[in-house]
């Protein structure tokens, strides 16, 4: 019996511009369920973890934006994560900024300790506190997950890290920090910029991101940031950069990782319909959703 989870993160406190929040919202609005319905034996929408309606906190010490209730909000959808997992689901989770990969990664590693995890985004989201122009958690998840960052964050869930660094594949990079960069080579992250896109072309990248995770780790993660996607097909996300990978690239990735099957949870972040085109991105999100569980042209 195959079961989805689906759980709204609506989740701003990562980064400064108001929108995100109102993501799994649009997603839910441009038809998530309908378009799944056939695709799952079973869908449970949990509905959103509660998050309100917080003033901005700056960490004294670290400069960090919302510390304190970024881990709080994070340990709870971790939890909830976990739970879906225990009861055999398929967890999908709607961002939200990025800064609730910590708590995805979190829930999810407890029941994979060889977890893969593909990074499909523009940026790397490697920063720490000594690193981040912005403090803004939202670019640091995946150096958190992989245990470097403020103690609080990397412990989550009370263990660290959540992934092995030589288990990650970051898809469609082309707006890198200096110290996500340096970090990236020190640690030899497996990283496809959109250079190798254009060179190598999409298929080629992922049945290379296939072969690399399918035979080391005991399940994937897809961690998928709406700006990973070219603004002219992604318009309603917080940070955009010219240049992405196209709608039509997404989704042959997609199309591939479901017949590969290595996908054992997922979730899609950055929709801010404040910034949106008539709910363009929510609903690319949703298209690419389908293309992820398996549905098909023919």
């Not at 510390?67 to 879906?84: F, G, Q």
């Not at 590693?109 to 893969?116: E, I």
């Not at 869930?157 to 469609?172: A, C, D, H, Q, T």
């Amino acid at each position: 019996m195959r079961k989805l989870s689906i759980i709204g993160m609506p989740m701003d406190l990562g980064q400064m511009r108001r929108g995100v929040d109102m993501g799994p919202s649009a997603i839910r609005y441009a038809g998530v369920c309908g378009e799944l319905a056939e695709l799952f034996d079973e869908i449970d929408d949990l509905g959103d973890i509660s998050v309100g309606r917080p003033a901005v906190v700056i960490d004294p010490n670290t400069k960090i934006r919302n510390l304190k209730l970024v881990i709080e909000k994070n340990e709870e959808l971790a939890k909830t994560v976990a739970k879906a997992i225990e009861n055999g689901s398929f967890p999908l989770i709607l961002g939200g900024d990025h800064s609730i990969a910590i708590g995805t990664l979190a829930g999810v590693a407890k029941y994979y300790p060889n977890l893969g995890v593909i990074w499909f985004d523009a940026h790397g989201d490697l920063n720490t506190v000594e690193t981040s122009p912005s403090g803004n958690i939202h670019g640091m998840p995946l150096a958190v997950s992989m245990g470097i960052g403020h103690r609080l964050l990397t412990n989550i869930m009370g263990y660290s890290p959540k992934v092995k660094l030589e288990n990650i594949v970051i898809i469609g990079a082309r707006a890198l920090d200096i110290g996500e960069k340096k970090l990236i080579k020190e640690k030899g992250i497996k990283v496809y910029t959109m250079h190798e896109i254009d060179r190598m072309g999409m298929t080629k990248v992922i049945e290379e991101t296939i072969a690399y995770l399918k035979e080391k780790t005991d399940g994937v993660h897809l961690s998928f940031d709406m700006d990973g996607l070219d603004p002219t097909d992604a318009p309603g996300v917080g940070t955009p950069v010219n240049g992405g990978i196209s709608y039509r690239e997404s989704h042959l990735a997609m199309e591939m990782f479901a017949e590969a099957d290595i996908i054992t949870s997922a979730e899609f972040v950055e929709v801010n319909p404040i910034l949106d085109e008539k709910n363009k991105t929510a609903s690319a999100a949703v298209a690419l959703m389908g293309s992820l569980f398996g549905k098909k042209l023919l």
